[in-house]
C-alpha cells in the first residue's frame, strides 16, 4: 500500500520483495507511511508525561511452540536490559516511556502479561525485564490481529499516562485468519493517533505449518502497519530474534523517532516490483481448511 523508506546506512540483500535499512541486521525493515488514509489525531490527556506509550503484542497461537515463545519473552527480557535500549529510553525528550506486555491468538484470546508500567531508570528497566522472564506463555488457537488491534486500542486512554507517541508493536508468524479484516482495525487506530509497527516471524517450515504465507513481512507492510513512521523489521530465523528486538525498542523508544515520512520525506528504495499483498490470505486459506475437512468427512 504505501512506499518502502530507507532508515539506516546500507540496502540489505535478503530477497524480499522490498527492503529498507536498518543497520547491519540480518533481515531488513519495511516502511510504510500514511499517504493512503492519512494521519489521525488524538484528544490530550491528563496522565504522566512520557516519550512513548508503547504496547509490546505478541503472538501465542499453536503456530509457534512453547520454546518459540520462550525465546520472545526471553528476547523482549534480554532488550529491556540492555544498556543500548535503557540509554534510548532515558535519554528521550522526559527520559521515561510506558511500555505494557500483551499475549493474544484468536479473536477471545487476549491477556495483559504485564500491565502499564513505568520506565524511568536502569532499575525500572531491568524489573520489567525480571517481570516478563517470571511469567509463562500460554499457548492459544488461531490468529486474530484484528482482534489485538480492537483490545488494545482502547488501552491507551485513561492509562495514566500522556505519551508524545502511542505505539501498538505487534508480533506474529502469521496472516489474520479470524475476526473482521484486518485493515478495517488497523485504519480505526490509526485514526485514533497510534502507530502499529510490525515483527513478522517469517520462521515457519512451510511444509509444516498450514497457516504459513510466503512474504509475511509484505503483508505486514500493507495489510498491519499504518501511522506515521511505521515499520517492519522481519525475523527470517529464530537466532536473529533478540537483535532484532533490541534494535526495534531502539527505534521506538528513541527521542529520534522518524515521524511523518508518509508524507513524501524520506528516500524510497524499490528493489522489485511485486503485486500487493492479498490482505485476506488468512482467512481465505481458513475457508479452504475447512472446506477440506468437509469433505473429508463426507
Known amino acids: 500500500m504505501g512506499p518502502v ?37 488524538r484528544a490530550p490527556s491528563d496522565g504522566e508525561p512520557v516519550d512513548v506509550e508503547l504496547v509490546l503484542a505478541v503472538d501465542v497461537s499453536w503456530s509457534m ?31 521515561r516511556v510506558a511500555v505494557t506486555y500483551v499475549e493474544w491468538a484468536g479473536v477471545a484470546s487476549q491477556t495483559i502479561v504485564v500491565p502499564w508500567t513505568l520506565i524511568d531508570s536502569k532499575a525500572a528497566a ?8 517470571t511469567e509463562l506463555p500460554d499457548r492459544e488457537r488461531r490468529t486474530s ?14 492509562n495514566g499516562f500522556d505519551g508524545l507517541r502511542r ?36 520462521t515457519s517450515d512451510m511444509g509444516f505449518s498450514w497457516g504459513s504465507i510466503a512474504h509475511l513481512d509484505r503483508y505486514y507492510s500493507d495489510c498491519v502497519i499504518g501511522g506515521p513512521g511505521a515499520f517492519v523489521i522481519p525475523v527470517n530465523d529464530w537466532s536473529q530474534f533478540p537483535e532484532a528486538v533490541r534494535r526495534k525498542l531502539i527505534l521506538e523508544l528513541a527521542g ?15 528493489v522489485q516490483d511485486v503485486p500487493p ?9 481458513w475457508m479452504e481448511r475447512q472446506q477440506r475437512w468437509m469433505d473429508d468427512s463426507r
Open 145 to 158: 490481529i484484528s482482534a489485538a488491534i480492537d483490545r488494545i486500542a482502547p488501552m491507551f486512554a485513561g
Open 256 to 270: 529520534g523517532w522518524p515521524v511523518g515520512r508518509g508524507g513524501g520525506g524520506g528516500a524510497v528504495v524499490k
Open 65 to 95: 511452540d512453547q520454546g518459540e515463545q520462550e525465546i520472545q519473552r526471553d528476547g523482549y527480557a534480554a532488550a529491556f536490559r540492555d544498556p543500548k535500549v535503557q540509554e534510548a529510553i532515558l535519554d528521550g525528550v522526559h527520559g
Open 5 to 41: 523508506s530507507a532508515i539506516g546506512p546500507a540496502l540489505l540483500a535478503i530477497g524480499l520483495s522490498f527492503a529498507m535499512v536498518l543497520s547491519p541486521l540480518p533481515a531488513a525493515a519495511l516502511d510504510r507511511g500514511l499517504s493512503d488514509f492519512g494521519a489521525g489525531s
Open 167 to 202: 505505539v501498538i508493536d505487534i508480533s506474529g508468524d502469521g496472516p489474520n485468519n479470524q475476526g473482521r479484516m484486518v485493515t478495517v482495525a488497523r485504519d480505526e487506530a490509526v485514526a485514533k493517533g497510534i502507530t502499529i509497527n510490525g515483527l513478522p516471524l517469517m
Open 277 to 285: 499483498a492479498d490482505c485476506l490470505v488468512g482467512e481465505n486459506m
Open 126 to 133: 531491568d524489573s520489567f525485564a525480571y517481570k516478563l522472564a
